[in-house]
């Protein structure tokens, strides 16, 4: 057959995978920036098995794609599944975005830089010197920890249900910064700039237990949840915050380095943030 007609299977194939998956908008967000840079791929959201995850990277593999992101419950399965890891992936401990060549997976992380893109990039803040709350101490609050280290706030504070957690990850994270790690009573007297809510507590409609004086006149507060108004959205908005922010931002800069990682080139991410949020907006209108 000639190239003119051999076309369609020449389109280059992606998918997420995840379970459940069904409410992913990662294929409508790469749909957008293939459209917008003129990039021709298909990609699809792929409902996993439990216990299946291997063998769905190895049929996907087979069949010539080119590249997967992995969310839940899979990015520490990812992380193992693949055979390289980028620097960052590495040390997150988690790999959402897989790029394949041939028999090589490499396996790498874009949420953290997807957060730090999207305070800074979106929401023009600066995180130098600042005083940074990170709530939580699962999978989500580990991928950000090195790309807020990077951004050299003047310290960072892990603070978790389970206090144990949040002090082994401050430490694991030691060498980048002054980071604690503590419960959230220990933060009674502490006020931060910038509290970032990591937590799963958001969907089961409750929030972690924070202290009523912990955010500085006009702090910054980033739920990575996406999609509601969540707890604690709305106690950031009754305690001082002068910002309150969703999650929806931080899933399409993910995105947006998972292209860039796979296609050599950065959509623009605004257009695309806006769409999705009117998208919402109808869909609770309707
Ligand atoms: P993920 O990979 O999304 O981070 P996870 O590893 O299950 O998921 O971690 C969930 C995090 O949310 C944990 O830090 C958990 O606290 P514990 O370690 O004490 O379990 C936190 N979490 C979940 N529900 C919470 C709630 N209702 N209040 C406060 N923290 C909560």
Not at 232 to 260: C, I, P, R
Request: net charge negative.
């Amino acid at each position: 057959m000639s190239d003119l007609f051999d076309f369609d299977a020449q389109v280059d194939r992606y998918a997420v995978m995840g379970n459940p998956i069904a409410h992913s908008q990662s294929p409508r967000i790469h749909a957008r920036f293939a459209a917008q840079t003129g990039q021709r791929l298909d990609y699809s959201a792929i409902q996993v098995d439990l216990g299946g995850f291997s063998q769905a990277v190895g049929n996907f593999v087979a069949s010539r794609g080119k590249g997967l992101n992995i969310t839940v419950p899979f990015k520490q399965e990812a992380f193992m599944r693949v055979t390289q890891r980028t620097p960052r992936a590495e040390r997150a401990g988690a790999v959402n975005t897989i790029k394949i060549d041939k028999k090589n997976l490499l396996g790498d992380t874009t949420d953290g830089v997807g957060l730090v893109t999207d305070l800074i990039h979106n929401h023009g803040l600066s995180l130098r010197q600042r005083r940074i709350l990170l709530m939580g101490a699962g999978g989500a609050a580990r991928g950000v920890i090195e790309p807020l280290m990077q951004q050299k706030p003047d310290y960072l504070v892990i603070a978790n249900r389970t206090p144990d957690k949040a002090v082994a990850l401050a430490q694991l994270f030691s060498d980048l910064g002054t980071i604690h790690g503590s419960g959230y009573e220990q933060l009674a007297d502490q006020q931060f700039d910038l509290v970032i809510n990591a937590t799963a507590a958001s969907l089961q409609g409750e929030m972690p237990e924070l202290p009523d004086e912990c955010l500085v006149e006009g702090a910054c507060c980033y739920d990575m949840m996406y999609g509601k108004v969540t707890q604690f959205m709305h106690w950031a908005g009754v305690h001082g915050a002068g910002l309150v922010v969703d999650g929806l931002g931080m899933l399409v800069e993910q995105a947006a380095e998972s292209f860039y990682l796979w296609r050599g080139v950065r959509p623009h991410t605004a257009p695309v943030i806006q769409a999705l949020r009117d998208l919402n907006t109808a869909s609770r209108l309707g």
